[in-house]
C-alpha cells in the first residue's frame, strides 16, 4: 500500500500525543477514525466515513447528494473557513471559485 507524503509527520504528531498522554498519565483508549486512517494510508474517504468525524457535516454532504438539481444550488468548489481575523473563502481546487458544482462533479465536490 501506498503511505501518504506527510505520514512521517503525521506519526511524529501521534507521538507527541501519545507521549503527553503518559507524561500526563493519562489512559489513551485510541479510536481512529476511518477518514484519518484513510489519510495516512493515501486511500480515498467517502461520505461513510466523514460520519465519524462530523455528523453535521455527514448529513449536509448527503442531503447535497440526494439534491435532485445540485445546479440550483449555487455551489463552486470553495468552502468558508473561520479564521481569528474573520471568515475567508479557500478554494478546494486550484480556481475553484470559478467551478460550479454539477451532477457531472458532484462526487469530486462532495
Known amino acids: 500500500f501506498a503511505m501518504h507524503p506527510d505520514a512521517e509527520k503525521l506519526f511524529r504528531f ?14 489513551l483508549e485510541p479510536q481512529f477514525s476511518r477518514a484519518f486512517l484513510n ?10 466515513d466523514v460520519a465519524s468525524v462530523d455528523r453535521d457535516l455527514h448529513r449536509g ?3 447535497t447528494r440526494q ?3 445540485v445546479e440550483e444550488l449555487g455551489l463552486s468548489f470553495t468552502t468558508a473557513v473561520e479564521l481569528s481575523t474573520g471568515c475567508s473563502e479557500v478554494e478546494l481546487i486550484p480556481g475553484g471559485a ?7 462533479n458532484l462526487e ?3
Open 14 to 27: 501521534l507521538g507527541k500525543v501519545a507521549g503527553k498522554a503518559i507524561y500526563e498519565m493519562m489512559l
Open 98 to 104: 470559478h467551478v460550479d458544482v454539477t451532477k457531472d
Open 39 to 48: 489519510r495516512v494510508l493515501c486511500r480515498e474517504s467517502d461520505i461513510e
Open 61 to 63: 454532504m448527503w442531503q
Open 108 to 110: 469530486r465536490y462532495l
Open 67 to 69: 439534491h435532485p438539481n
